[in-house]
């Protein structure tokens, strides 16, 4: 007798496993652009998806990738639910992907800019004129990554505004960095004599005290435009229920300084917090990039 009712009670089991929430098996999958040095996104996105997964009650993986263009691929594929994009791989990934959305981005998002760095040696001084830049043709010149925003997509046309063109560089083409961190690192070293980069990352890195400001100068910050931002994708609330987006949403935008692990990731991100943001916000981000031929 006993051991018929252990039977059906594992019959019973067996039966009502494949009914049971798909939830549960369900993880959410974030990753980033490869803009910084890997050991600090390595660390930030670890402890975001620590964040995440706590408020939301779901697992969270981080999941980096290769390169700008492997976030791209990714998130089109729907290996990746949940990317923090710059402004033109956000565009990529979004035109690529449907019903994907914008949903939030730093406070110092709305309002980015880009800086011109050079090496000393260079001879070149900061200026405010924009046209000023031409007196970088006939330099070794590098960006960052060739699909980097604020290390290579502003900056272009910031200098094709001011009549240089990549082919007005030294040995008639610029050199690309892959990485802000790589492009300081290779213009204070003197391998390339002038360099563009995110701003941010150079005032945390003068702040950090890595800049060497014997061997590297600022030289000039562009204007404002619109930069990183957060992308999911469209199928967040039927693969984790209903409203799931929104509470992904407000999860970002309510973290806050006042908690320690969460002052953490924003001081990583170099951010006071996170903002609501929308498709919309990155229209000018499009046109250059159409301008450009990076978005066709």
């Known amino acids: 007798m006993i051991f018929l009712i252990r039977f059906l009670s594992l019959a019973l089991v ?174 204070q070293s003197g391998a390339y004599q002038a360099g563009a980069l995110n701003g941010q990352v150079w005032d945390s890195r003068l702040k950090e005290g890595k800049v060497d400001t014997n061997k590297v100068v600022l030289l000039w910050r562009t204007p404002p435009y619109a930069d990183y931002h957060w992308i999911a994708q469209g199928n967040l609330d039927q693969r984790f229920g209903a409203g799931f987006t929104g509470k992904l949403q407000q999860s970002l935008l309510n973290l806050s300084p006042s908690q320690p692990r969460q002052k953490t990731i924003l001081e990583l991100f170099a951010a006071g917090r996170f903002i609501p943001a929308k498709d919309a916000d990155y229209a000018n981000i499009e046109a250059v990039g159409r301008s450009l031929g990076k978005i066709r």
């Open 14 to 187: 067996l039966l009502l496993a494949p009914v049971a929430p798909a939830l549960a098996f369900q993880v959410l999958r974030i990753s980033a652009i490869p803009d910084q040095n890997p050991e600090r996104l390595n660390r930030l996105y670890g402890l975001l998806a620590k964040e995440l997964s706590d408020q939301l009650g779901v697992p969270v993986k981080y999941k980096p990738v290769v390169d700008y263009g492997a976030a791209v691929t990714g998130f089109r594929r729907g290996d990746l639910d949940l990317v923090w994009f710059g402004g033109l791989t956000g565009v990529q990934a979004r035109l690529q992907t449907p019903g994907s959305k914008v949903i939030a981005q730093r406070d110092v998002d709305a309002k980015f800019r880009s800086v011109f760095i050079a090496n000393q040696s260079a001879g070149l001084k900061p200026f405010s004129a924009q046209n000023d830049l031409q007196q970088l043709k006939g330099k070794r010149f590098a960006f960052g990554s060739e699909s980097s925003t604020s290390g290579r997509l502003m900056p272009q046309y910031f200098l094709a505004q001011a009549g240089v063109t990549p082919k007005d560089f030294a040995s008639g083409r610029p050199g690309f960095s892959g990485s802000h961190d790589a492009t300081l690192a290779l213009v």
